[in-house]
């Protein structure tokens, strides 16, 4: 892992997330960027938000929920394990922690709070700065060992196996079921269910999902197989690329555009460039 690299570049909704009639689901944890709107609430394992972050809705994390300031939530806070939130933040609802909670100046959780470990009034640090900060300080004395083992430990779950992939919601993003909007490349995972429309630098939507919205960006559209698109497929410069059995319900329009064995739009195909259609596997390689 290279510790210099800002993980918050791009959107990134792994494999199997829902977005459910109230909540985004998804089996890791959930990171969101500063300044970025929900408007869902969140399920996951841990959930991390940067300064001025708003939900419209329940926060349940299994894991630790770290908010930093100014974040605005508009429903409750359930905890799993530890809570850290920063100065100014508001919950509407109540706030439940099962283990600790590190709370900071003025903020206001409209129906109460309990937790069942210590409670600490301060201002925690941000998130991200705390983690960066703690590794820097880990490598600078030379202790890359143990540097190392934290990484791991924050990519493993308490049996050892591999966590689960993080929703990763870049800065400055909207995200509602009606539009997904980031100026960042997004990248969704197979097996996903979303609804709203997909504005993004480039998009990357993996097989077998359903997306019930259309997709648009300035860069390549490439869709998985067996994917469905309940809307129309749009890029400014750059190529589409429609794998095996996908389906586009609506319209396609971009430069090049490449059609994979059984792959099939609804609507009309605009293309400046050229339109390739595989017949076969073969075709593919």
Not at 113 to 126: L, Q, T
Not at 181 to 204: F, H, K, M, Q
Request: glycine share 12%; aromatic share 4%; net charge negative.
């Amino acid at each position: 892992m290279a510790f210099s690299t800002d993980p918050l570049t791009e959107l990134v909704v792994p494999a199997g997330t829902e977005a459910q009639e109230r909540d985004l689901v998804t089996d890791g944890d959930v990171l969101v960027g500063s300044r970025s709107t929900v408007e869902f609430g969140v399920r996951g394992q841990n959930v991390l938000a940067g300064e001025g972050v708003r939900f419209d809705g329940d926060i349940e994390a299994e894991g630790d929920c770290r908010l930093d300031m100014w974040c605005d939530v508009d429903g409750n806070v359930l905890v799993g394990e530890d809570a850290y939130l920063g100065e100014r933040v508001h919950v509407a609802g109540e706030l439940k922690v099962a283990g600790d909670l590190d709370i900071g100046d003025d903020v206001d959780v409209e129906e109460g709070f309990e937790a069942n470990g210590w409670i600490v009034i301060r201002n925690p640090m941000p998130t991200i700065v705390f983690l960066f900060v703690y590794l820097k300080h880990l490598l600078l004395i030379g202790e890359d060992d143990t540097a190392q083992a934290l990484v791991s430990e924050l990519l493993e779950d308490e049996d050892d196996e591999p966590a689960a992939d993080p929703l990763v919601i870049p800065r400055n993003a909207t995200v509602s079921d009606d539009v997904w909007r980031v100026s960042t490349p997004a990248t969704i995972g197979a097996d996903c269910r979303l609804y709203g429309n997909v504005r993004a630098e480039t998009i990357d939507v993996g097989s077998e999902c359903n997306v019930f919205g259309s997709l648009r960006a300035r860069g390549d559209v490439t869709v998985g197989s067996g994917t469905r698109i309940h809307g129309d497929v749009t890029t400014r410069d750059g190529s589409v690329t429609l794998a095996e059995n996908a389906r586009v319900l609506g319209d396609v329009s971009c430069e090049d555009l490449e059609l994979g064995p059984g792959a099939e739009v609804d609507g009309t195909m605009r293309a400046s460039g050229e339109i390739t259609m595989q017949t076969t596997e073969r075709d593919l390689e």
